[in-house]
């Protein structure tokens, strides 16, 4: 495998699967067997997990919400989606660790690098939830940060599209996909790899991003093969 460990970055909008809201127990079984097969051939793999498909803190703000309170209730929503993977991990014989940005004890504990650098050499899938554990940062800020804390080879953005295009593929069908861009190119261009803290924390710490649809089976352990799929930012 051309990959070590990785962190894999999983939206939360994806486990809805067909549905309008919530967890499709089918998307979250299929997306446990991919990381299942990853394991079994000795990746160590972290995830992070949005929580878009339960509540966003923008939502919130958008309707009045303290924004704060609001960015709170969407790290629990993280929360929620990744106790959700770790039972499903188990269900699946995988050892699964749930650390979390946000205090929540009894459900997990805290998360610190070296904490999850050792769950991930014992061989453990390491989830970790509650974005941040700040208000103000996305959790494609928080998936940054976890990448260059466990020191992660690359971090892996699965998505519903297979990279990145000149413009959204599903509105233009001219729109042209990129293998590789710089992260100067992809910033100027404004092509919304990830949000700009989010972004920027990568390109400070030569943090490789790929970005490839995580719905087709196969796509995961082929990205971690080194297979010419999605698209790779990189310096």
């Known amino acids: 495998m051309k990959y070590r460990r990785v962190l894999l970055k999983l939206s939360g909008e994806a486990l809805m699967g067909e549905q309008h809201y919530g967890i499709d127990p089918q998307r979250l079984k299929t997306y ?7 394991v079994k051939v000795g990746v160590q793999v972290a995830v992070v997990i949005g929580g878009g498909n339960i509540f966003r803190g923008l939502q919130g703000a958008s309707t009045g919400m303290d924004r704060v309170k609001g960015d709170y209730m969407g790290m629990l929503a993280t929360v929620i989606n990744s106790i959700a993977l770790q039972s499903t991990l188990e269900s699946l ?3 699964a660790a749930l650390l979390s940005g946000v205090s929540i ?3 997990a504990d805290s998360m610190s690098g070296p904490k999850a650098k050792q769950l991930l050499e014992s061989g453990h899938v390491v989830i970790i939830g509650g974005g941040t554990g700040n208000p103000f940062f996305t959790t494609d800020t928080a998936a940054a940060l976890r990448a260059v804390e466990i ?3 690359i971090l892996l953005k699965g998505t519903r599209v297979d990279g990145i295009y000149t413009a959204d593929p599903e509105k233009d069908p001219n729109a042209v996909k990129y293998e590789v ?3 100067d190119e992809a910033y100027s261009k404004q092509l919304k790899v990830m949000d ?3 972004f920027a924390l990568c390109s400070e710490n030569n943090m490789p ?3 490839f649809d995580m719905n087709k089976l196969g796509n995961l352990q082929a990205v971690l093969r080194g297979d010419t799929i999605g ?3 990189k310096a």
């Open 93 to 95: 014989d995988v050892k």
């Open 196 to 198: 700009l803290t989010a």
């Open 209 to 211: 991003i790929l970005v």
């Open 105 to 107: 004890d009894r459900v």
């Open 32 to 38: 446990a067997e991919e990381i299942r097969e990853a």
């Open 181 to 183: 861009i710089s992260y």
């Open 151 to 153: 020191e992660a080879d």
């Open 231 to 233: 698209t790779i930012v």
